[in-house]
């Protein structure tokens, strides 16, 4: 039974890119209950933001969310942090491979299912789910197998924003080997299967996988107008290979026949769990469940819009994991999309000078083994 959450519920039965006085409003109401909840139930946040004086009762206006203290990202990798019992988690996800250090967000059955809802209402609002039945290729670890991976975990949600024929996961495991590899062979024959199948396809996953693959076996197939393109995971590892945007939608259209329409790109991160997801227009747009604020990497002052600065997260859906204010390593701006649903996020790479073996750099690894 639900004890906490009722103001989070309220957030996620609202339209995700309402940005009304109200619907700003909502989503205030909802992070201060959750902060509220992480303050009285994790130890580490209340002595942090104690330090830092500031109480989640502080917030009283929208203004006030810029205030609330980051906690930074790399916390996550070092230690585990959790404000529910271990006995009430459902879900344990990470957002590394076999190498590199791991962040790890842990999932009672209510943050579970509310990060379901989010993720599926952002899609639908984006003209993204359906009930028509596709075929899906995954550029993505097999989920049977890498059930606690974030990029396996989302991919497989994302096959359920519509009905579902086939499912092909391109990342598979081998007892052989004991790790995962690139099923190369298998995955041009489901691209070829699927192409000669009335049913439209989805591929979903590493862009830097599904273009090596492409331009190795030189394909050229018609996948249909009716079929999507879902990329997460960027270009890690192969930036010196990566196309702009605007050329690989080009690129996909002509040798898969995926409307550029059709080709979306998002953006998430396993500590914070919020999907940044492309319009039509191709930009990644912020939804009323999050704020994301832009600080100086000198002393974390807070850059206007448009500037360039470290990306700070905010969303209250998760109960379980007490990463309500989250401060990244990445480089970002926030602008506003001509489209209609407001502000978009725009990244610009990682701050500093280590590199941690994560999902994508992982999975490009494969490519070159095959």
Known sequence: MK????????LLDSDPFDFSVEAKKIFLESFRENALYHYEANPFTKKLWDKLNFHPRDLKIEEDLSEIPGTMVHLYKEHELCSVKKEELVLTLTS?????????QFLDQQSLDNVKKLALNVHRSLGMASDRKYNYLCFTYDPKVANDLGTAFTDELLTNFTGKNEVFYAIQW?????????????????????????????????????FEVIEK?????????????QTGGGWKGKADKEIPKKEFHRFIEERLGIPKTNQRDLFGMVEHGIPYVDCEEGNLHIPNYARVFVRSPHDLSLRKKGDRGLLHFLCSYNFSYPAPSLLTTDYGRVETCSCGKGDILILEGRAGVNKHKGCALKALELVEKA
């Open 96 to 104: 590394s491979g076999t190498g590199g250090q791991k962040s790890q």
């Open 217 to 229: 076996n030189n394909l050229q197939l018609n996948l249909g107008k009716d079929s999507w393109l």
């Open 3 to 10: 004890t906490r959450g009722t103001l989070t519920d309220k």
């Open 174 to 210: 081998s007892d052989e080997k004991k790790d995962f590899e690139l099923n190369e062979k298998g995955t041009v024959e489901t691209l070829k299967r699927f192409a000669a199948s009335d049913i439209p396809t989805r591929i979903l996953g590493f862009p830097a996988l599904l």
